[in-house]
Structure formats: structure tokens, C-alpha cells
């Protein structure tokens, strides 16, 4: 008789949600200083209507980060770490980007991938492979919803936070931020990329 096997190959899951202390701890204290360098934000192809948001954008490799920008990159570079032993892409850790975003009223940004050709790592020729979003302060807006599309699934799943929450997911996923209704959206986002998928 067949005896069961279990496959040694595990598929890695569409997206993983991560409680993190510090990131709830320290939201405040990432808006407060960040959010003065914010200006609006474009797209990889400059569509003007493809998003609505002021950001500000910074990379690991930068010298001029302030202590909390190190910091933060420190926190999601230990994410990125432990989680992609779930994904085991191959990742270039000194190709981190970090985005603090802000939706205003009416803010959004269309569905799209992080990993579109033209957003290429110019510096390393890497593309991105993982991308995290962390919410800021949950609760102190309305819509403004991170929704995704699953493997072959038709109808988007809207992502459901709690404050601290943080998702990963591959940078190849449809995603999307849908209008804010009321009030201001504060993030994070952040990109790792690697060589060339094979």
C-alpha cells in the first residue's frame, strides 16, 4: 500500500500579518518627525490620476537618515528576515526603500504592483521582490483601505488592521488604497529587492 507523503514543497502564503510593539509604540513619534517632509507623490509612468498622496521616501543606503529613519529600517529589515523564511526569495537586504505616505481626504491610490520594470533599483539593478505596509494610526480615519488580490480569487480582499499590524506581502500582488472618506491616513511602506526572478 502507498504510504502518505507530505510534499517538501510549501507554498509561501499570498500575504502574512505581523503584530509589531514598536511600530505601535512609535507611530506618533514617526508622524511627528516625517511628516513635514512629505510632498505629493508620483507613479514609476507619471500618471497624475493613478494616486493621490503626499510621501516621502528614503533608502537604506542614504547618509544622511536621521536616528529614527535608521531605526525603522533596522525594525523592517528584521521583518523582512524572519518572514522570508516563509517566501525564500533571493533578497538584497542593502536594497531596502521606506515611504512614509499621508492620504488626505479624498486620497487613493489605484491598483498596481511595487515591482513594475521602471521602479528597478537603479543602484543595485535589483527588482523589487517583498513589500510591507505598516498603518500608522488605525482607527483615526475612514475608507482608506489596503486591498489586495488573492491567487486566481476574482473579488479583492479588503485587509483588516489593528493598530501595530504590519503586512507583508510579494511585490508582484495587485494592490490598492482605496479613497479616504474621513479624515488622514499615515503610513509606512517599504520595498527589499533582489536579482532577477529566474
Known amino acids: 500500500s502507498k504510504t502518505s507523503r507530505k510534499s517538501p514543497y510549501i507554498r509561501a502564503p499570498a500575504y502574512v500579518r505581523v503584530p509589531s510593539k514598536w511600530f505601535k509604540e512609535n507611530s506618533d513619534r514617526i508622524i511627528n518627525e516625517l511628516d513635514e517632509k512629505a510632498v505629493p507623490g508620483t507613479t514609476v509612468n507619471n500618471n497624475p490620476s493613478a494616486r493621490v498622496s503626499d510621501v516621502f521616501l528614503w533608502d537604506i543606503w542614504k547618509t544622511s537618515l536621521t536616528d529614527l529613519q535608521k531605526v525603522i529600517i533596522y525594525k523592517l529589515k528584521e521583518i523582512y528576515i524572519q518572514e522570508n523564511k516563509r517566501y525564500k526569495f533571493d533578497l538584497d537586504y542593502s536594497s531596502i526603500n521606506v515611504q512614509y505616505t499621508k492620504y488626505l481626504e479624498e486620497g487613493y491610490y489605484i491598483w498596481h504592483t511595487d515591482d513594475d520594470f521602471g521602479s528597478v533599483n537603479k543602484k543595485h539593478q535589483n527588482i523589487r521582490k517583498l513589500s510591507i505596509t505598516a498603518p500608522l494610526n488605525m ?55 533582489g536579482p532577477p526572478w529566474r
Not at 483601505?145 to 493598530?163: K, S, V
Not at 503586512?167 to 527589499?192: D, E, M, N
Open 139 to 193: 482607527g483615526s480615519f475612514e475608507g482608506g483601505d489596503l486591498q489586495i488580490i488573492l491567487n486566481n480569487q476574482e473579488e479583492p480582499r479588503t485587509m483588516c488592521f489593528e493598530h501595530g499590524n504590519i503586512v507583508i506581502f510579494p511585490s508582484f500582488t495587485q494592490h490598492q488604497i482605496t479613497p479616504i472618506t474621513r479624515g488622514i491616513r499615515y503610513s509606512l511602506v517599504s520595498w527589499v529587492s
